[in-house]
């Protein structure tokens, strides 16, 4: 994987996999961001495809090991 390749996650992309990675819940992150469950799905899935990642768990090793989250 080219990671300089990759297009840049957007800020709520950011923000649900930072959240994921701390152990919340989409339902989770839908209560304490106020953000619809469809928007947080979708922001799911296209930070997966920006990541090329199979699913949130790698995609959050992803992010992690390109110093996007922490």
Known sequence: MKDKLLP?????????????ARGRSREDITRETDIARDRIDEAFTTAMEKLQAGNVAEAIFRAVRMNLIS
């Open 8 to 20: 840049e996650l957007d800020p709520l992309e950011l923000r649900c996999l930072s959240l994921a």
